[in-house]
Every structure is written in C-alpha cells, then in structure tokens.
T-cell receptor, first 116, second 112 residues
Framework: NAGVTQTPKFQVLKTGQSMTLQCAQD?????MSWYRQDPGMGLRLIHY???????DQGEVPNGYNVSRSTTEDFPLRLLSAAPSQTSVYFC???????????????FGPGTRLTVL | GQQVMQIPQYQHVQEGEDFTTYCNSS?????IQWYKQRPGGHPVFLIQ?????EVKKQKRLTFQFGEAKKNSSLHITATQTTDVGTYFC????????????FGGGTRLMVKP
C-alpha cells in the first residue's frame, strides 16, 4: 500500500491564481480530510468527507472547495489564491468517522504552498 | 466550539532528562490521540486513549487520559536525540459530528 499520497510537494502561486492539490489513498478509507498547518501552529481542519459524494466544512473552509467523486481521491481546490493561504497542506484518511471511532488518521507527506 | 490547548509550546532539554507535555480540552472528550511530527515531516500517529484514567506506555513514553476525560499528558523518560520533534494531541468531542481538534503542539528540542 502506498498509503496517503499528495501532489505536488511544493507549489508557488501568484495572488489570484487557482490550483488543485491532489490527495489519494489506497486503504479503502471512508473518511478523508484536509488540514492546513501554519508555522509554529497546530493543524486546522479545512474540509472533510465521510464517504464518496459527501463533504462538509471544517474549521477554516473559506477560499477552498472540495469534492469526493471516488473513495480514493479527495482534491482540494484553491479558487483565487491569497497570501494568507501560504501554508503546508496535509491530507489525512481513516477507516471511519463516527464520533465514537477509535481509528487513527494517516497523514500524507504534505504540500508546501507559497502564494506571492 | 471545542478548543484544545497544549503546553508548553516549546521545551529544551538535555539528553537524558525527562519531558512532559500537557493537553487540556474545553469540553469532555470521547477519545484523544497523540501524534509526533519530525521537522519537515508529517504527523505520525503514536497512540489513542479512550477510557477515563487510562494510562498507556510505549517504551519510554507514558500517556495518560484524565479522569474527567478533559485532559491528557505525554511523558518521555530519559529523552534521546531521536525524540526531537513536535508532539500534538488531538481530541474528539463527545457528540455526533464533533471533529478531531488538534492542540497547538509542543516542540521538543534535545541537546546532546
């Protein structure tokens, strides 16, 4: 198993540009999520999905869109990049989402995004 | 909403000294997870605590979940340079729809 993969590893954008960060997992996990991590800070949830066709907002969803057409893929779209979106983006997945879940989350290697 | 606070933010120790990081939630948790992130890396799952008062050990690491399920701690005995990194707690709320909320992390630096 490759686990959770993310592309690209690094990206530089200009203000106003759009792009899609790719995330895929091959563990047949139902739950996938996107986090951003700013320097010296913890992880903040952007969007999440509890299964194909179902997505919902996390703590900091503004400026980002997601879709989940398959179990494996969960792309994150930046609609119009802003310098405030400079961050490291992590995709994560786990087997289930139930609030009683004891499942661990597996994180991808991250995408380091700079918006000029 | 649910908030998870972690202290200290940074900790410098001499190799061989002990280290503890504390995690406190504003609400009662269903469970709490701990992750380690090496510099430049991604968070890696360490352990999960579910029961009130639970204590789990992994070699030199001891994890505790408070009786009220609102706080947790990670203690490392006799730190080594390989322990360097940032340790995050992440708590899941007690109600349906509650998301996993991460603490701000404690960055551990070990002097050889």
């Amino acid at each position: 198993n490759a686990g959770v993969t993310q592309t690209p590893k690094f990206q530089v954008l200009k203000t106003g540009q759009s792009m899609t960060l790719q995330c895929a997992q091959d563990m047949n996990h139902e739950y996938m999520s996107w986090y951003r991590q700013d320097p010296g800070m913890g992880l903040r949830l952007i969007h999440y999905s509890v299964g194909a066709g179902i997505t919902d907002q996390g703590e900091v969803p503004n400026g980002y869109n997601v879709s989940r057409s398959t179990t494996e893929d969960f792309p994150l779209r930046l609609l119009s990049a802003a310098p405030s979106q400079t961050s490291v983006y992590f995709c994560a997945s786990s087997y289930s989402y139930a609030y009683t879940s004891t499942d661990t989350q597996y994180f991808g290697p991250g995408t380091r995004l700079t918006v000029l | 909403g649910q908030q998870v606070m972690q202290i200290p933010q940074y900790q410098h120790v001499q190799e061989g000294e002990d280290f503890t990081t504390y995690c406190n939630s504003s609400t009662t948790l269903s469970n709490i997870q701990w992750y380690k992130q090496r510099p430049g890396g991604h968070p890696v799952f360490l352990i999960q605590l579910v029961k009130s008062g639970e204590v789990k050990k992994q070699k030199r690491l001891t994890f505790q979940f408070g009786e009220a399920k609102k706080n947790s701690s990670l203690h490392i005995t006799a730190t080594q340079t390989t322990d360097v990194g940032t340790y995050f707690c992440a708590g899941r709320g007690n109600n349906a729809g509650n998301m996993l909320t991460f603490g701000g992390g404690t960055r551990l630096m070990v002097k050889p």
